[in-house]
Structures are given as C-alpha cells and as structure tokens.
C-alpha cells in the first residue's frame, strides 16, 4: 500500500470564547492514501469542517491547536503562511458549500479560474492560462465555454457555479481535494451531477479526497471509507460497507436509521432508513375511511400568479411575465398529508404564499373548508388564521429571538381571543404535545437546539387547533437524526389529531414516509400527482422519474449500480486548444 | 436659588437616567448603574441574566465606560446637590469681589458682574441635563414612530409603498430645513412660555437621521420569518411593531438614545451661547458660558470643562454599550 497523502495524529482544537472552552476537534487521526476517498460524516457541531480547515492551515489564530498534520513528508504546523499558500490551490484545494460566495462576483469566472493557475505557475503566460480556463470548464461540463468564461458569477446557477469551484479546485492537478458539503446548497438532481463530477475527477487525477459532509446518502456512493464524527471526536471509522452494514457504534446506527431512503426496502442489507419506515408506519396506520368521504379542508382550483418583468425608471413597461404559478389545482381532504414536491424555483413557495394571504388569487380560486377565500370579511378572515397555519423552513428565523417561547405560543391564541388561563393551560398542553417540557415556557429560543425550535414552531402551528398546517420544507435545516424526530412528531399528530398538512419539500425521499399524496411541481405546473406509492412505484412524468433516479440511495451497493455522467478527461487534457494542445495542455505535463 | 421647576426638572433627569437605564434592562438585565434591579427569582429573569452577564462584563471590561459613567453620575449628584448646599444663588451679586479667582468662598471665581460662577455653573448644568436627556427621549420617539411605520408599511402595497414615500420625503425636507435659522427665530419667542419649549424645539430638527437608520432596520426585519409568522396569525401591525420590531432593535436605539444625549447637550449650550437658548431668569452652560472674559480663565474654563467632561463622558457610555451590545461582534450570544 503507499504511503499517506494526509496523515492527521491526534489533533485537537479549542477555541476560548467568552461563554468558556469550545473544544471542537478533540484526539482526532486518521490518513488518506493517494486516490482513495475518505468521507467524514457528522451533524452540525461535530467538528468535521473545523478538522478540515485546519489541514488546509485556515484556522483563526485564536484558535489552540495541538497534534500534528502531516501532508505528504511535510508538517503543516511548522510552516508559515507563505509556504501554506504555496500548497493551497496547488497541492491541495477545496471546494467550499456555498458557491454563491465562493467566487468572486466582480470578475469573469474565467478570470478567475486563470487566476489560480498563473498563481502556482507564473511562468504561464496569460492567455495560456486563458485558454486553460476554457478546458477545464469544457471538462466539467459547462456549456460553450468560451462564452460562459467571460460571464460573471451571477449568470450562473447554482450547479453550475458548483462546477466552476469544482474546475478550479482541479485546475492544478492537486493530490488532496476537500470537499466542504459541496452539495447542501444544491437541488437533489444538481446535486447528484455535482457528486458524479467531483467523484470522475477524482478518479481522472488519482487523487485523495475528503468529502465532509452530513448526508449519509451522498457518502455512500462516493467515498471508500468513512469516518463519523460526533461531538468533536470520533466516533467510528472504516471501509464504506463495513460502515453502512455492519455499523459498530450506536451513534452511527442511529445516523444511519434517520436517513430518509426512497427504496423502501430493506434487501440491500444496509441499516439505513430503519428509524424512517417506523414513521411510515406511524403516519399510515390510522383512519381506515375511504378518501372520498372525508371533507375537503383546502382546494386549490386553477391558481395563477404571474409576476410581471418590467423595464424603464419613470415610465414602466411590461416586457414579459414571470408565471410563477400556472395554473394548478389539488385538493387536500381531512387527516391528510399531501406532499408539493420540486426544485427550488419551481412555484411551490408562491403557491403557499398564495394560499397563507387569504386574498382572492389573480385568477383561480382558493377555498378552506368550502369557503372561497376572496369572499372572507375582515372578521372571518382573522378566524381563519387559527385554521390554516404556516411552519416555516428555518427554526432559527421563525421564532422571535426577544420573546420567551411560552409568548410565542401565547401569540395565536391572544389573536383568537382566549382567556389568560386557557392560554396557560394550553401552552402546558402544546408544550407537552411537542416533546418539550412545560417547564421551558419562560425560556428563550436561544437556549434550545434546532430540532427543539422546530418543536416550538409546530407547536405554535398546533396552537388554535388548526384544521390544515402547511409545512415549508420544515426538516431541511436539521440534522438527520433530529429531521427523523421532527417527522415522527409530525406523523403521530397527524393521526392522533387528525390534521391535514400541506408538506411542502424539495426531498422526495423524505416525503415518502409521511405523506399519502403526491404532487410533483415544475416550472409553475403540476406534472404529476397521486397517492404516494403509486408515485414512487410507477412513475408516469418523465420529470418524476428523472426526480427519483436523482435522489441518492444510503447503501453502497446500489449507489454503485447507478449510472454517472464522467469529467471531460479529453477536455481537461487539452484537446480543445487543437494544435497547441501539447502546450497548453495540463500545466504539470 | 432652588426653584420648583428646577427641582423638577433635576428629579426629571435622574429619573430618566435610571429610566434608561431600566429600558436597557428589558434587554440586558442587570446594567449598572441602574438602582431599579429587576424582581429576581423567576426563570425568565435567571435566564437573562445570563445574557445581562456578559454584557455587563462587556462593558465595564472598557475602561472608557467606567469612567464615563462615574462622571457622569458625580455631575448629575453636582446638579441636584450642590446648588442646595452652596452659600452663593446664580443671581446673587458680589460686586464687591468681582472678578476675582478661586478662593474658598467663590469656588470657581467670580465674573464682571459679580455672579458666583459655580453656582451658575451647577444650576446651569441642572438645565443642561433636563433638556439633554429630554430632547434625546423625544428625538428617539418621533423617530421610532416615523422609522418604523414607514419601514413597515413600505412592503404592504401600493398604498404602503406611498405612505412609505411620504414619510421618507418628510424626512428629506426636515433633513434640507435650515434648522439653525428656524431654531433662532422660535427659541426666544417660545422661551417666553417655558424654558423647556427648547425640548421639542430641538427635538423636531434632530430625528431625521435616526428615522431613517430604523426604517431601514424596520424593512429588514418586517422579511423575517417571525414577523411573517406573526402575520399569518392574524397579529395586528401595530402590536407586530410593538411586540416583534422594536424589541429587535432595541439594543440599537438605546445607543443612539444615550449618544442622542450629548449631541442635545452641545445643541442647546451652542444655541444658548450665541443667545437665542436659554434666557434670563434661567441659565445654562451655554449662557454661563456667553459671560466670559478672556483675560480672566476662571470665568470660562471650568463651566467649559464641565461641559466637556459631560459630553465625553455620555459619549464613552454610548461607545461601551454599542461595543456591549454590537450584534455583529459575533460572540454576544452565549
């Protein structure tokens, strides 16, 4: 076997804050070998970026380190930051979670691709470097890249940007490549291109990769080993399979078993998905009554929201539409889950938005228990706020930071006007429904974990006795494991309750467990809909399947099995500069 | 001479000093040098206390705010004490030792006219304060109510969108006003009524800019997604400003509130020393400072480093506390 690119020995890393130590990466080693993908898994706070950031020398100054890196014979601790910026970019590069800001908005991407390569080799002239800009980004397949390397960052989209970080992290041939979540940021088809990409260029370079990241489903077709990490140490480590079917730890069993997974099936012999199924079975179990003969709490009939495009200052002219909503209709009937399923941009955040309003739509109808909504009076339509209530995607930025989570419960109610010891009694209630301790009412939202601020927010949602909740993406910004709590809370109440939700994602695996209604969303339609296993076992739409075949599996085996699209490796190795290809070509050959 | 309205006026100034104070408290409990410490006990003032820790570490760490509040807190005990104490009344002439130094029984000295310049200093220091501390309040006040409706209804409509034009034109045209001429022309006739017309008067042309900063801040947080939530439940807008936007920025308008002080206070000295401030029968430090002698120290230099040491001494308690509270220092959440 050769000999480690990377070689981690007990690091550690603390930071002094005001509030007292922070140890984030605590007695922490491990190598990566030439060619091989290691991937680090863990939830928010376990201290994978900080590991990784310190291997790339970026860490603060603040921060105190102990143990050693060691980066190809060379000790990343002694050197200074001349030397480190010698190998950054070079030797190993990164690409970073958000491509919006990781590229610079006031220069062409081509800019500054060339950028990194005449940094490492001043000896290139500029317009090779140009040309070499224009390889790599034909070899991560960017189309017409020539054009597209005169564009700035902002005429790009996020896959795309994506791909330009990805182009030039391998712009210098580097031996380590560290991925940061490149693809959290991206939607679930973008995202398995990205993943796809990143895993050909790696194999073209034969170089090592960290991938850090906290999606179990993305690890399992990329990495060769896997190393978990909890609470800034490491929990367990070893071969991909050996990960996901014969887990040692608890903890990485519990990982595992939160993973939402759209083949239900359990055949591949992986652990993953099995806290999910029990949610299935809690959200399926009950209210044996025909679908037909349940009322209908919310159709939605025909909606339109067209946005117009206007030009000019003082005079404005429509120049085009935006139609943002196209005309779609469904129907939610009571004790329900339909799930609104699309990437981002496709119209689902305008259809709740319209729905939340309680305005008369700019065509279509809109009726909650039968009532159209344009028809409301004012009274009528504040009563209805108690109906239909909204539980947003971020727990962080729906509860009011200034005000102690037993008045934010209080809010609803103070609107419908209950009596002060009603609204006592039921924040106890609320707060118990939830999983939380009545206790906890005098508290700040602060003070509480994502998942527990979700908590709050489905509370808050549950405070008047709603007939209808709408869920935007409510799990997105949670861990895995806090995600499977937050879903089972959501199935159980369901049933007990007999609410209907309007579950709004852009995760059709996460979908699968909860809902029993489908309706996939793109570019303002509805392209396909119906029960749920129907979606998933027969997919009619193109778009649907296409949806489906993205979404990545959590068991290596049948990771593997899937098709990918490969880096451009003629591309890449000069072809497009014809003649000059010799030249021009791979800066190292 | 202690008059009644000056009596009031000083309890007016210590009682919106701790006030103040006390309205920083509902955001970060425990500030010195507040007297009125909130009931302790119950869990919403334990867990607050955590945060109110760190910000009072934050702030008396600076050493600029421990000063700063120490001056601040002998001058206004100078204000209210020493004019009941001292032998000499702010009118009360001494001919006899006119324009003398320092001696043991004129502790500043005396002017041309025989005025005993510490008690005119102290009495004046007295209005100071009351129209410093009054006009900042009022300031922040006419500027909460233009910046945040305007903020607020800026994304409701079309008719928002207009109220929202109004309000920010009204701003632009207070903000072009030539506010010394106009001060000039009101202050000596209102002086008539009351010395404390200057209040409002100096209030009205000194709101602009703040208005404007928390309509901005306004407009930012109406796109949260708690004040959206807090729509869709059916909150009305103005318990929406009260109840989720003004909490919010809070920490933001106390600063400007405390800094509001000491601009007040060089407004009015400036406005009294070239005479359209405060008239006879009542002084400031502006008008003490209108009687100097050049040739004589002793008649401008102490009122003048009186006035120096309160502004400066304001403005590092407003400097502490923005450092103390600064929401974009990263760290102030524990």
């Known amino acids: 076997m050769s000999d480690p690119i990377l070689t981690v020995t007990d690091l550690s890393v603390g930071f002094e804050t005001e ?64 030397e480190l910026s010698q190998l950054r970019g070079d030797t190993i590069s990164m690409v970073f979670q958000d491509p919006l800001s990781a590229l610079t908005p006031v220069f062409t991407v081509g800019d500054q691709i060339s950028e990194v390569v005449r940094i490492h080799h001043p000896d290139v002239s500029k317009q090779k470097a140009a040309d070499r800009a224009i390889e790599l980004l034909e070899a991560v397949g960017i189309p017409e890249p020539r054009r597209r390397a005169q564009q700035y960052p ?37 995202q398995a291109q990205v993943m796809e990409l990143l895993k050909s260029a790696q194999e073209m370079l034969g170089a090592a990769t960290i991938l850090i990241t906290h999606d179990m489903g993305v690890v399992a077709g990329f990495a060769d080993r896997v190393l978990v990490m909890k609470d800034a140490q490491m929990v367990e480590t070893g071969d991909v399979e050996q990960i996901f079917y014969e887990p040692r730890e608890q903890y990485t069993r519990n990982l595992l078993s939160a993973v939402p997974r759209i083949d239900q099936g359990a055949e591949g012999g992986s652990v993953a998905g099995a806290a999910m199924r029990k949610v299935a079975e809690v959200a399926t179990s009950e209210d044996s009554r025909p679908r037909e003969e349940r009322p209908v709490v919310l159709a939605v009939e025909d909606l339109h929201r067209i946005y117009p495009i206007t030009k ?58 039968g009532r159209p909504t344009g028809s409301l009076s004012r009274k009528e339509r504040a009563k209805l706020r108690s109906e239909v209530t909204l539980v947003f995607q971020d727990p962080m930025a729906s509860l009011d930071p200034r005000m102690p989570i037993g008045d934010i419960l209080k809010e609803p109610m103070r609107v419908q006007g209950y009596s002060a010891k009603k609204m006592n009694e039921r924040v106890d209630w609320l707060l118990k429904t939830v999983e939380l301790k009545p206790e906890h009412a005098s508290r700040y939202p602060t003070e509480f974990s994502g998942g527990q601020r979700q908590r709050v927010g489905v509370a808050r949602a549950l405070a008047c006795d709603p007939k209808l909740i709408i869920l935007d993406e409510p799990t997105s910004a949670l861990d895995v494991t806090v995600q499977a709590g ?46 749920t296993e129907r979606v998933f076992d027969d997919p009619q739409h193109e778009y649907t399947k296409e949806l489906l075949a993205a979404v990545p599996i959590p068991d290596p085996k049948v990771a593997r099995t899937r098709s990918r699209n490969v880096i451009d490796a003629a591309a890449f190795r000069g072809h497009a500069a014809g003649g000059t290809a010799e030249s021009s070509g791979s800066v190292r050959a | 001479m202690t008059n009644p309205s000056d009596m009031r006026g000083t309890d007016d100034a210590a009682a919106l000093q701790v006030e103040t104070d006390h309205r920083a408290n509902s955001v970060l409990e425990g500030m010195p040098p507040s007297e009125a410490e909130p009931p302790e006990g119950d869990a919403r003032s334990l867990e607050s206390i955590g945060r109110g820790e760190l910000l009072r570490r934050r702030f008396l760490r600076n050493p600029g705010a421990l000063i700063g ?28 030792n006119a324009l003398t130094g320092p ?85 000596p006739v209102l002086q008539q009524a009351s010395w404390l017309w200057l209040i409002p008067l100096l209030a009205i042309f000194s709101w602009m800019l703040t208005a404007r900063v928390l309509r901005a801040m306004t407009q930012q947080l109406v796109r949260t997604e708690y004040v959206e939530a807090s729509r869709f439940m059916g909150v009305n807008p103005v318990t929406t400003i009260v109840r989720h936007i003004i909490p919010n920025i809070a920490s933001w308008i106390i600063i400007d509130t405390t800094l509001g002080v000491s601009a007040a206070i060089l407004g009015e000295t400036g406005l009294s020393f070239i005479g359209f401030g405060i008239q006879y029968p009542n002084v400031s430090l502006g008008t003490v400072l209108q009687a100097y002698n050049i040739a004589a120290p002793w008649t401008w230099i102490p009122p003048a480093m009186v006035l120096a040491a309160l502004v400066i001494s304001v403005n590092l308690m407003g400097e502490a506390l923005r450092d103390a509270l600064d929401p974009t220092s990263g760290s102030s959440r524990v």
């Not at chain 1, 706070?45 to 014979?73: C, F, N, R, W």
């Not at chain 1, 996460?510 to 119906?530: L, N």
């Not at chain 2, 001058?75 to 006899?96: T, V």
Request: with cysteine; hydrophobic share 45%; aromatic share 6%.
């Open chain 2, 69 to 96: 509040m120490v001056v601040v807190l002998l001058l206004i005990l100078g204000a209210i004490f020493a004019p009941m104490a001292y032998q000499y009344e702010p009118f009360e002439r001494d001919l006899r």
């Open chain 1, 19 to 82: 509030a007292g130590h922070v140890q984030a990466v605590q007695n922490l080693s491990y190598q990566v070998r030439p060619g091989e993908a290691l991937a680090i898994v863990g939830e928010s706070g376990s201290g994978k970026s900080v590991s990784s950031l310190a291997v790339m020398g970026l860490l603060p100054g603040s921060a105190q380190i102990t143990g050693d890196i060691e980066l190809m014979g060379k000790k990343i601790f002694t050197m200074n930051d001349r």
């Open chain 1, 486 to 531: 937050v879903l089972a809370l959501l199935a159980d109440l369901k049933t007990r309750l007999g609410v209907s939700y309007l579950f709004v994602s852009h995760d059709l695996s996460v979908v699968r467990h909860i809902s029993d209604r489908i309706s996939v969303m793109r570019k303002g339609q509805i392209v396909e809909s119906g029960p």
């Open chain 2, 103 to 187: 001696s043991q029984y004129h502790w500043f000295g005396v002017d041309e006219n025989g005025y005993d310049i510490f008690a005119r200093t102290m009495v004046g220091l007295r209005i100071s304060l009351v129209i410093g501390a009054g006009t900042a309040l009022l300031t922040t006040v006419l500027a909460l109510i233009v910046g945040t409706v305007a903020g607020y209804v800026s994304y409701k409509g079309r008719w928002g969108a207009f109220v929202d034009g109004a309000l920010v034109n009204l701003i632009n045209l207070f903000l072009v006003i030539p506010s010394l001429l106009l001060l000039m022309l009101f202050s």
């Open chain 1, 154 to 190: 902002h005429e790009f989209s996020g896959g795309m940007r994506q791909r330009v970080m990805i182009a030039m992290a391998i712009a210098n041939e580097p031996e380590l490549i560290i991925a940061d979540e490149p693809t959290t940021a991206l939607d679930v088809t973008i």
């Open chain 1, 312 to 369: 000019g200052a003082v005079v404005r002219r429509k120049v085009g539409e935006q139609r943002a909503v196209d005309g779609i209709s469904f129907d939610i009937r009571e004790g329900e889950c339909m799930a609104l399923v699309g990437e981002s941009g496709c119209g689902k955040t305008t259809t709740l938005m319209e729905i939340m309003q309680l305005r008369t739509p700019q065509q279509g109808e809109i009726r909650i228990d």
